[in-house]
């Protein structure tokens, strides 16, 4: 059975590569999930999962001719309860749709994401991490419950609405992060939290990047509990500066820290700020400046385009690395040399607090062949050297088919088999993104 | 083969049962256990991890003959990180070895379970909560990463010292909380943080439990983040009051909460401990009073205390259902008027911010044989009603073998089928303290 099925399903937005797909359906509700699941199983085809596409990892990408289910149309937002500060939506609902619906409410839903126009259920599928995660914790830290369809079509709900769970194995945390290969998540209840009343910006220059690296240190090690903690460089951000047509507040320093403390008292948000400031010209910061709100909205608003002013301009290769805390910089210094020495121009920023590089890789002037060709080779030895300081492949990104590689490369034997046991476990038959993550 | 084993190991401390064990090791290091692990699969019995019998579900009785493996000889805390916040310990390491270690630190662990003796070992395997579990989260939520050893004798890190991590199934929140039965957790690394500059603690008074409803959730709702939030009537306490011959600060109320807040500014602290005063006045307190320092202290010596006085007088039957945090005051109410209904004295105390009921039954003039029948029907409608309402028969002690029955009437069986295929995945022999939690 074929049919007609647009491009924006079958072409991988990374590499232009054209797969193939059998079938496309977009469920309106829980029925039409286990039916179409139904009707997967019955031509033994693989189901994708997808959300909006804003990926990039191929996760969504159909190489085995899929059968294809689009959750847009499930995009309801179902109970506000202020009762147990819970937000129950629909898979499909898209992360601005549920921002909008908190805008003029005193509670908030904590994950920052890159990409707002993502969906929840995507979101949960690859554990999003995102700017906020430093204080309220990523995707996972943030889901009180889901709704998910099992391979077999039986409906299960793990996690709810009660805080503490010691009652038998933790199966949403497992199903968090699973990139549809363990099952479909339909609806999800999201822990809302009282938004916290002020914040304040920072923006923190430095020399050379392994200057930030004890600043960084202090700021963690310190009793202030900031709420963002980017780090970029003026080169870095002046794609973004181009792409809006905007300009950096002046600071001194070619390599940057942007620090966000929130809270519910003014004064202490000030006293706390004031503390990163001291400790950072006390540490190698050679400027510190306190941003007004709109020099801060101005800021983060440059931050957040940086990625999407560098995918405007060129073919771009995007890491999402993870390395211990205190690797952060050192490994920054060595991925960049490693690219410098292939011929490969680099862009790196990223979440400082956690470790997450985001480090991007751009085509420039290079032919396809030339690009395709030092890029495999680059890559292999860059995600050798993450793995050689306890670093992950993925922070925040998934694995998705791109990945897959480098994360066999990165656990042990024993481990990826347990991967594949858990895979067994729950789609014996691999008719859930079949192929995506791990190989059977 | 048989071998003289202490009753310590035999026999079950909440019921008096005797069971049998086939053989007792105290292994020294990894490959102890991965050797005696061998020896049990050798001799086709279940293996049962100990870490130090403070656990109430007899999740370490020894029902069906099997080897038992006590922890108590790897207790070493191994590396105390202070650039990534991370103290690495064996499993057999006592929880007030980690609290004394770090003492003198600026750094802390925050969970705070009741029982401070037990092995963190333990705590990982029942995702032990207590009284911090409000701010800090869960025992899960302070793990950064495992050293487990699986039932075919290989050995897996899982998590680690990112902080970040969308590398594949998130395996170590499966192994935490699966009371050894798909793991033997064998080294951990734990979560720090930086230690609170101030703490605070008030006591707020009640006429009748069902007033408290409302302020438990103006304070969830509010700004203010309290870093305990309990609840226990008067008539409780006094237990605590007698074992410890120390009173009780003078208020106005038989109901009672106790909440601490911390933080950094003094100031800050002050004012978010006046805003809870406030808004528990306003909505339906008697009496509210601010402690001083050893005010504090004795009224959270009082608190902790409750559960060990209870017990130190009767034979008792400890309850740790949770429930959805707006159904808390309601639900207590319900299994108040079941237990006195049945003759059964009891006392409700609890973490009134997770909606985590301690409920304690005590024995009292009862006959065992009037006790054990009154017990285990009362039990079936108890777990029934938390069940009518969205709870779960576990917040923080586990299933173990005394609640078994109950999570597989909680559960649908969909559910229970998942859980099966978990336990199958990893242990497929049944050798990891075989049929705890759920039967094969």
């Known amino acids: 059975m074929t049919e007609q099925i647009p491009d924006y399903y079958l072409v991988d937005n990374l590499t232009g590569q054209r797969g193939q797909a059998s079938k496309l359906a977009f469920p309106e509700n829980l029925e039409d999930v286990i039916d179409f699941l139904a ?9 994708i999962t997808i959300g909006a596409q804003t990926g990039v990892t191929a996760a969504t990408y159909p ?96 996690g709810g609405l009660n805080i503490k769970n010691a009652s038998g194995y933790d199966l949403k945390d497992l199903f968090i992060g699973s990139e549809g290969t363990l099952g479909i998540i339909t609806k999800l209840q999201l822990k809302l939290r009282p938004r916290p009343k002020f914040k304040q910006s920072q923006l923190i220059g430095f020399n050379r990047l392994e200057d930030l690296a004890p600043v960084i240190y202090e700021i963690l090690a310190s009793n202030v509990q900031p709420s963002a903690l980017e780090f970029f460089s003026k080169s870095g951000l002046s794609h973004a500066e181009k792409y809006l047509g905007s300009q950096l507040v002046d600071i001194n320093g070619e390599q940057l820290l942007l620090i966000t403390v929130d809270g519910n008292q003014q004064e202490a948000i000030q006293a706390d700020n004031q503390t990163i400031y001291q400790l950072a010209l006390d540490h190698g910061a050679i400027d510190s400046k306190i941003l007004d709100k709109q020099e801060a909205e101005q ?46 121009s680099n862009i790196f920023f990223g979440h400082a ?88």
Chains 1, 2 share one sequence.
Not at 40 to 47: D, N, P, T
Not at 392 to 411: D, N, Q, R, V, Y
């Open 39 to 47: 009707q997967a199983r019955q031509a033994q085809c693989g189901l």
């Open 63 to 158: 190489h085995l001719g899929e059968f294809l289910m689009d959750m847009s149309h499930m995009n309801q937002i179902i109970d506000y309860d202020t009762q147990t500060l819970t937000l129950t939506v629909e898979a499909g609902t898209p992360l601005t749709k549920i921002y909008d619906f908190l805008a003029d409410k005193p509670y908030f839903y904590a994950p920052d994401p890159g990409a707002k126009n993502a969906t929840i259920g995507g979101n949960a599928a690859t554990n999003a991490g995102g700017m906020a995660a430093i204080k309220y914790g990523v995707t996972r830290d943030n889901i009180r419950g889901l709704e998910v369809v099992l391979a077999n079509g039986s409906v299960l709900q793990v």
């Open 299 to 344: 800021t983060w608003r440059l931050r957040d385009n940086m990625m999407a002013a560098i995918i405007a301009k060129d073919i771009v290769e995007g890491l999402d690395v993870v390395v211990p805390i205190n690797k952060i910089t050192e490994t920054i210094l060595k991925l960049e040399q490693l690219a410098t020495k292939k011929g490969i």
């Open 353 to 440: 607090g956690d470790g997450n590089i985001h480090a991007s890789f751009m085509k420039g002037n290079l032919s396809d062949q030339e690009w395709q060709e030092r890029l495999d080779d680059f890559l292999d030895e860059l995600y050798a050297e993450v793995k050689s300081v306890g670093g992950l492949p993925s922070a925040e990104h998934g694995i998705g088919l791109a990945k897959k590689h480098h994360l066999s490369e990165t656990f042990p034997s024993d481990y990826m088999q347990a991967l594949r046991q858990v895979k067994k476990a729950f789609d014996p038959d691999n008719i859930l993104n079949p192929n995506k993550v791990i190989d059977i």
